[in-house]
């Protein structure tokens, strides 16, 4: 199986600054990297998918880069609406993983 | 509107079975594929496994084959995940997503359905 790892898995700033969440495959997954925002007692929300490419919805202020086993979340201007754990996810190959997530939490 | 509503809290004794649902809203429910994931506390979320819409055709993650079954009901738009033989491994959050293929991101996900396992 692909190992998804996300070695942050805390992270703190204030609104209006930027922060960065990486992931990394255990091999090349090409651009088959999905990011995925969960909030306290919310369903999950996709936020990017193809490693770079915002789903409809998703705030301009978010923006992912990376392809084969590297990969970047980045969220400028932030807001205090952004606290919550963000997870990556591969959907290269079956079984599909996920890295095991960072929390973000806004000061 | 996308929904997925899952169905609630479940309590229930080793080695017996549980089936979970996920009704569906605001889409044509044979179009598209449902996966089912698996969260403990603290632990990474793992894919299960996912199923057609339209066919009823599955797919599963090779660790938790023989553990669920997934199912579902066209008439009702719904989508269902037996788990058997249950242990404390198996106490958990399950979550459906739906997804455009069957190798797509999740798009859309249900609110999660607790399960656990205690004499």
Redesign the interface.
């Known amino acids: 199986d692909v190992q998804m790892t996300q070695s942050l898995s805390y992270l703190a700033a204030s609104p209006g600054e930027s922060v960065s969440i990486s992931c990394k495959a255990s091999k090349s997954i090409s651009n ?1 990297l ?1 990011w ?1 925002q969960q909030k306290p007692g ?5 936020l990017i ?1 193809s490693g770079s490419t915002l ?1 409809s919805g998703t705030p301009s202020r978010f923006s992912g880069s990376g392809s084969g086993t590297d990969f970047t979340l980045t969220i400028r201007s932030l807001e205090p609406e952004d606290c919550g754990l963000y ?1 990556c ?1 591969q ?1 290269y ?9 960072t929390k973000l939490e806004i000061k | 509107e996308v929904q997925l509503q899952q169905s609630g809290a479940e309590l229930v004794k080793p080695g017996a079975s549980v089936k979970l649902s996920c009704k569906t809203s605001g889409y044509t429910f044979s179009n598209y594929y449902m996966s089912w994931l698996k969260q403990m506390p603290g632990q990474n979320i793992e894919w299960i496994g996912n199923i057609f819409g339209g066919n009823g055709g599955t797919g599963y993650n090779q660790k938790f084959k023989g553990k669920a079954t997934l199912t579902v009901d066209k008439s009702s738009s719904t989508a269902y995940m037996d788990l058997s033989s249950l242990t404390s491994e198996d106490s958990a959050v399950y979550f459906c997503a739906r997804q455009g293929r069957s190798s797509y991101p999740f798009a859309y996900w249900g609110q999660g359905t607790l399960v656990t396992v205690s004499s």
């Open positions: 088959y999905a995925y919310e369903a999950y929300k996709f998918y789903q997870y996810q959907y190959e079956k079984p599909f993983t996920f890295g095991s997530g």
